[in-house]
C-alpha cells in the first residue's frame, strides 16, 4: 500500500510541475494562437483535417496573419503573409530566425550538431556551406556526374514509359524504386 501511495505522490508532483512550466511557457509574449491547447499535444487536434493548408487558412483568417501553434511540446509560428514572411526573413530578423530546433538526432546521429544540416548559424556553418559549394555543388564536380544523372533520368522515363502504356502511371511510387 505504501508503494501505490508514494507512486501517486510523485505522479501528481510530476502532473503539477508539468502543469505550472506549461502555464509559465505560454505567457511570453508570442503570437496568438488558437484557444483550446492540450498539455501533451498542443493543438495538434486542430490539424486532423487531410487538407492542411486549408485549415492554415482558416486559423490566419481568424487570428492574423502571424500565429503560433504547439505541435505537440514544440513551439511552430506559421506566417501566411508575404509581407510578414519578408520582414522575419529578409530584413532585420533573418539572423535569429536562422538556426534550427535541436533535436537528440543531432547530438548522436551528426556529431553534437556539428554537420551541416544540424549546425546552429555562425561561423562553422558559413564555413560547412562554403565547402560544400566549392567542393560538391562546383561545375567541375557536377559535370563529372552528369552522365550518372542522365543515366538515371534515362532509366526512371523508360520506367514509366513501360508502366504506362496500358494506363496511366503514378511517378511518385516509381521515383523511390
Given at each position: 500500500?505504501?508503494?501505490?501511495?508514494?507512486?501517486?505522490?510523485?505522479?501528481?508532483?510530476?502532473?503539477?510541475?508539468?502543469?505550472?512550466?506549461?502555464?509559465?511557457?505560454?505567457?511570453?509574449?508570442?503570437?496568438?494562437?488558437?484557444?483550446?491547447?492540450?498539455?501533451?499535444?498542443?493543438?495538434?487536434?486542430?490539424?486532423?483535417?487531410?487538407?492542411?493548408?486549408?485549415?492554415?487558412?482558416?486559423l490566419s483568417h481568424s487570428l492574423g496573419p502571424v500565429f503560433s501553434l504547439r505541435l505537440g511540446s514544440r513551439l511552430a509560428?506559421?506566417?501566411?503573409?508575404?509581407?510578414?514572411?519578408?520582414?522575419?526573413?529578409?530584413?532585420?530578423?533573418?539572423?535569429?530566425?536562422?538556426?534550427?530546433?535541436?533535436?537528440?538526432?543531432?547530438?548522436?546521429?551528426?556529431?553534437?550538431?556539428?554537420?551541416?544540416?544540424?549546425?546552429?548559424?555562425?561561423?562553422?556553418?558559413?564555413?560547412?556551406?562554403?565547402?560544400?559549394?566549392?567542393?560538391?555543388?562546383?561545375?567541375?564536380?557536377?559535370?563529372?556526374?552528369?552522365?550518372?544523372?542522365?543515366?538515371?533520368?534515362?532509366?526512371?522515363?523508360?520506367?514509366?514509359?513501360?508502366?504506362?502504356?496500358?494506363?496511366?502511371?503514378?511517378?511518385?511510387?516509381?521515383?523511390?524504386?
Amino acid at each position: 500500500m505504501n508503494y501505490t501511495f508514494l507512486f501517486l505522490t510523485i505522479l501528481i508532483t510530476i502532473l503539477i510541475t508539468k502543469l505550472f512550466l506549461w502555464l509559465y511557457r505560454s505567457n511570453k509574449n508570442l503570437p496568438p494562437s488558437p484557444s483550446v491547447c492540450f498539455p501533451i499535444i498542443g493543438h495538434l487536434h486542430l490539424l486532423k483535417q487531410p487538407l492542411l493548408h486549408r485549415t492554415l487558412l482558416h486559423l490566419s483568417h481568424s487570428l492574423g496573419p502571424v500565429f503560433s501553434l504547439r505541435l505537440g511540446s514544440r513551439l511552430a509560428v506559421v506566417v501566411s503573409c508575404p509581407a510578414a514572411a519578408e520582414e522575419c526573413f529578409l530584413t532585420k530578423n533573418d539572423i535569429v530566425l536562422a538556426n534550427r530546433p535541436r533535436f537528440t538526432m543531432g547530438k548522436y546521429v551528426a556529431y553534437d550538431y556539428t554537420s551541416m544540416v544540424t549546425a546552429p548559424y555562425g561561423d562553422h556553418w558559413r564555413n560547412l556551406r562554403r565547402i560544400t559549394a566549392l567542393q560538391v555543388f562546383s561545375t567541375h564536380r557536377l559535370n563529372g556526374s552528369a552522365e550518372i544523372r542522365q543515366d538515371e533520368v534515362k532509366r526512371l522515363l523508360q520506367k514509366l514509359y513501360g508502366l504506362s502504356i496500358q494506363r496511366p502511371a503514378k511517378v511518385g511510387p516509381n521515383i523511390s524504386s
